[in-house]
């Protein structure tokens, strides 16, 4: 079974051609279309040349399809919110949503996979940190 990425509000499906399609805005105001690896703790993404984002700056993504806000707060950071399904068992796949900043976290009933260099292993998706 193929790996698929879907809207959690419409469910439309968001993995055409081996890319995730979501739109985007800047804080700036500007807007496009991003396409982004589904290889997790890979960051390279396609966008139109005029969709120029800094370092550091927040970036909101939305649903291509039905326009709705993929952003929710864990431990007060916000993160962009997909659904994944691989081999039959659904994920809540969650990224930053600062540019630059490398963290994206697989949730599933019983598992957290953390990826990315800013992905701090050693604390909980929730904030505790492990008591030895």
Aim: hydrophobic letters at 35%.
């Amino acid at each position: 079974m193929e790996t698929s990425f879907y809207c959690p509000f419409c469910h439309g499906q968001l993995y055409v051609n081996e890319r995730i399609i979501l739109s985007a805005r800047t804080a700036g105001g500007l807007q496009g279309l991003v396409l982004l690896t589904p290889d997790l703790g890979d960051y390279r993404a396609i966008h139109h040349p005029e969709f120029k984002v800094a370092e550091g700056e927040h970036v909101d993504f939305y649903c291509p399809i039905c326009h709705g806000n993929l952003i929710v707060e864990h431990n007060q950071t916000p993160f962009t919110r997909v659904m994944m399904l691989e081999t039959g068992e659904e994920y809540e796949v969650l990224f930053s949503q600062v540019a630059g900043l490398k963290a994206t976290y697989v949730i599933g009933e019983r598992t957290i996979r953390a990826y990315g260099d800013d992905a701090d292993e050693n604390t909980n998706f929730w904030g505790a940190t492990p008591r030895y």
